[in-house]
């Protein structure tokens, strides 16, 4: 049912126009400009949004939207999953200035510690459901805390170091947790269960059914709440002020009187907490490994880079966006889908440096 | 004045000028290492792993100085290193393995290619900066990666690209190891210098303008284009050097080796050893590749194999069975300690010594000098009296 030959030919008829009349606008007539107006973002903005949707409707002619809908249905757990983790690594981002590369190690060890939770708790004779719920708690709770030792013990003690420094202060963190992994939980395989193992959920779509498996549906539920208590803490309470204050100037927030100490640090216990969910959810029943989370880490930088850090709204857009990507190039090349998705998000962060979302930052200099 | 004095005087004299020549310690450290690799040939036994952390450390002394340029004097902090290295390991190995090149021409080509590659890698650092630039950067060796996986007829796909032989003007030779070892540490010299006069050149110091402040730097007429440009240039060009060498030394390239966490491990080198001096990458090199391959990786606490710890359990009758098996346990790991050693080594040193470990030999240096003079002033009070 695939075309490969005529997708080749409009996918390189669409990418190269777009690119084409992309620059040469940008060149010809915004550069010429004193500064980019919200007007010229606005329009660069529905000209990559464009884009972006006649990639779906190329899909649609290809698979129908039919194969469009079901490999969305099929992605539904990793970008759940993502942009829950894109979340917190954002949350840090804003707070603290700098890429967590330990995120994705600190959500390991939550899971991990979720699943020795879980086998000690068989023996009380509670349900699946509630088990597994019990030991993504469980899981929660100790990526929180950890996400709140490091930025106690570490974080908050080099606070005059550069960006890159903090960096690489979470590249330390990723080694030594990766290596207290094995020590603590021992060599043994562990696995946590699913959310629930019912029948596939079946939807209508014109005359046929996408079907949806339960946990991924649940994982959806799961995620749609975290991140709307989220978002509404962010615009509507204390702390969200706060977080929003510290993040446009942590200097100033803190003569203001913002306690920017305690609001970096639950942040990072957030992000901590949001880290361990996404890895319960993304192991899906399978065996635990240390190194589970680093393809989320990755794919969870570039959705960053994608949607634009300096909003909370764009990178999880983009973490939508990214694993739906590569599912529909599959079609395309099995080998080459991530590669392709890769290239795509280069060619769009070019276009815009700041991501589909962000804003400009004034700096003086 | 006696001649013969004035004579020792003008030796001495010469011979610090050559001491305090900034080459020098450059040239010793090559020397160092061509000479253990003399005499490990001419029979002094010098186990072959330990031979291999050198090599292996030089070579990324190599990437590593290209990527100081790149931090720490042009500021621009990028994690597509290893998908460069890897570029280079394959070009060796595909145009020698199926084209027959010569080793001269692959690396006339690779330059030339690193140099188009670190165009292209400039020019999108003109738009997008600071972190973001090592995301896309992180983006681009995803793809390259993917390239080394999936081009199965160039890179041999994920089994890895074997290359036993190289070519010298046409003809196929089996170069031996230690042949690789001198050709690298000398060719690690000359990075050295090379480095060495782009760092204290008007180039180094108009980077250095820009890493501070670009503005600042534009307003003084430095072009941000050129110096960034030729960042990337230099930093692919070693990059692809060290990759060229890594193939000729291990003769076997796969694409697992040129993730992510060689990047990292770079970045955590050039930055646990001093981004800004030559001394302080090959610290930090041997600190993160050379420690853990030549000391940690060789530690053998299992009682069957190591006498000593044998006889420290031959002390302790009554508990020897509990000891053994600790013993035993602490060796299974071993290989998790040091990574946690590692990463509490790269904390430690980023939060209290953000200059880099060179910044303390440096500080420990200037203690002792200073407490030796003190000591000889006192000594000499003591013998000749208080001066008035």
């Known amino acids: 049912m695939f075309d490969t030959e005529l997708f080749w030919r409009q996918f390189f008829l669409v990418l190269i126009a777009s690119l084409g009349v992309f620059f040469l606008i940008d060149?010809?007539?915004?550069?010429?400009?004193?500064k980019r107006t919200e007007k010229q973002n606005r329009w660069i903005n529905i000209l990559i949004g464009l884009w972006i949707l006649s990639l779906f409707w190329m899909f649609s002619g290809l698979i129908t939207w039919y194969g469009v809908v079901i490999t969305i249905a099929d992605k539904i757990l990793s970008f759940s999953s993502l942009a829950l983790a894109t979340t917190g690594i954002v949350l840090i981002f804003k707070t603290s200035i700098t890429t967590n590369f330990a995120q994705g190690i600190v959500a390991t060890f939550g899971v991990f510690f979720a699943s020795v939770v879980i086998t000690r708790a068989a023996a009380w004779g509670w349900?699946?459901?509630?088990?597994?719920?019990?030991?993504?708690?469980?899981?929660?709770i100790v990526s929180f805390l950890m996400g709140l030792a490091i930025d106690v013990f570490i974080i908050r003690k080099s606070k005059y170091i550069t960006s890159v420094g903090k960096q690489m202060i979470t590249m330390g963190l990723v080694l030594v947790v990766s290596g207290l992994i094995p020590v603590i939980y021992g060599i043994p395989t562990l696995s946590v269960p699913r959310l629930s193992y019912g029948d596939p959920i079946l939807i209508p779509f014109g005359e046929n059914m996408v079907s949806i498996t339960p946990h991924a549906m649940w994982a959806l539920v799961i995620t749609v709440v975290l991140l709307g208590l989220l978002f509404s803490a962010l615009r509507f309470t204390k702390w969200g002020l706060g977080v929003r204050a510290t993040a446009s100037n942590e200097i100033v927030a803190g003569m203001m009187g913002v306690n920017t100490r305690l609001i970096t640090a639950l942040s990072w216990a957030i992000a901590g907490a949001l880290g361990g969910i996404s890895a319960y959810l993304l192991a899906e029943g399978g065996s635990l490994s240390v190194g589970m989370m680093t393809a989320t880490q990755v794919n969870g930088f570039l959705s960053g880079i994608l949607g634009g850090f300096s909003s909370f709204l764009g990178p999880i857009?983009?973490?939508?966006?990214?694993?739906?990507?590569?599912?529909?190039?599959?079609?395309?090349?099995?080998?080459?889908s991530n590669a392709l998705v890769y290239g795509i998000i280069l060619l769009i962060v070019l276009a815009k440096p700041l991501g589909l979302f962000g804003k400009k930052i004034a700096k003086k200099v | 004045m006696d001649p013969r004095l004035r004579l020792r005087d003008q030796r001495k004299h010469q011979f610090q000028q050559i001491v305090h020549h900034p080459y020098f310690g450059f040239v010793l450290l090559g020397g160092l290492m061509l000479f253990v690799q003399l005499i490990q040939s001419l029979g002094v036994a010098i186990p072959v792993s330990i031979m291999r952390a050198f090599g292996l450390t030089m070579i990324y002394i190599v990437i590593g100085l290209g990527f100081a340029i790149l931090l720490g004097y042009a500021g621009l902090a990028s994690l597509g290193t290893a998908g460069f290295v890897g570029i280079g390991t394959y070009a060796l190995g595909y145009l020698t393995n199926a084209r027959g090149f010569s080793v001269g021409m692959v690396v006339f080509y690779s330059v030339l290619g690193a140099i188009i590659l670190g165009v292209v890698v400039g020019f999108i650092s003109l738009r997008i900066e600071g972190m973001y630039l090592a995301i896309i950067t992180l983006g681009l060796s995803e793809i390259l990666n993917e390239i080394f996986k999936n081009a199965v007829t160039i890179t041999n796909g994920t089994n890895g690209l074997l290359m036993p032989q190289l070519v010298f003007f046409g003809t196929y030779y089996t170069v031996s190891n230690e042949t690789v070892f001198a050709a690298i540490a000398v060719?690690?010299?000359?990075?050295?210098?090379?480095t060495f006069n782009i760092i204290k050149s008007p180039t180094g110091r108009a980077m250095l303008?820009?890493?501070?402040?670009?503005?600042?730097?534009?307003?003084?007429?430095?072009?941000?284009?050129?110096?960034?440009?030729?960042?990337?240039?230099?930093?692919?060009v070693f990059a692809l050097v060290g990759g060229i060498l890594y193939m000729s030394y291990i003769r076997y390239t796969i694409p697992t080796t040129w993730s992510l966490a060689f990047s990292l491990n770079l970045l955590a080198a050039v930055i646990v050893g001093g981004s800004r001096s030559i001394w302080g990458i090959v610290l930090g090199s041997f600190m993160i590749f050379g420690l853990d391959l030549a000391v940690f990786q060789r530690i053998i606490v299992t009682p069957d194999r190591n006498a000593a710890i044998a006889a420290f359990i031959e002390r302790f009758p009554e508990h020897q069975e509990a000891l053994r098996t600790f013993f035993v346990n602490l060796q299974q790991s071993l290989p998790v300690i040091t990574y946690i050693l590692n990463g509490l080594l790269i904390?430690?040193?980023?939060?209290?010594?953000?200059?880099?470990l060179y910044q303390l030999v440096l500080t420990i240096k200037t203690k002792l000098v200073t407490a030796w003079k003190n000591a000889v002033r006192k000594w000499k009070v003591r013998r000749y009296g208080q001066e008035v």
Do not use: D, H
């Open chain 1, 127 to 140: 349900s699946g459901w509630q088990l597994a719920m019990f030991g993504m708690v469980c899981g929660a």
């Open chain 1, 27 to 34: 060149l010809l007539w915004l550069r010429k400009r004193p």
């Open chain 2, 187 to 194: 060719v690690l010299v000359l990075m050295m210098f090379f």
């Open chain 2, 347 to 356: 904390i430690l040193v980023v939060m209290f010594y953000p200059g880099g």
């Open chain 1, 317 to 336: 857009v983009g973490a939508v966006l990214i694993p739906v990507l590569s599912a529909l190039f599959f079609y395309v090349s099995s080998l080459w």
């Open chain 2, 209 to 236: 303008a820009m890493k501070n402040s670009e503005s600042a730097a534009q307003a003084m007429g430095v072009s941000v284009l050129k110096y960034r440009l030729l960042a990337f240039i230099i930093a692919t």
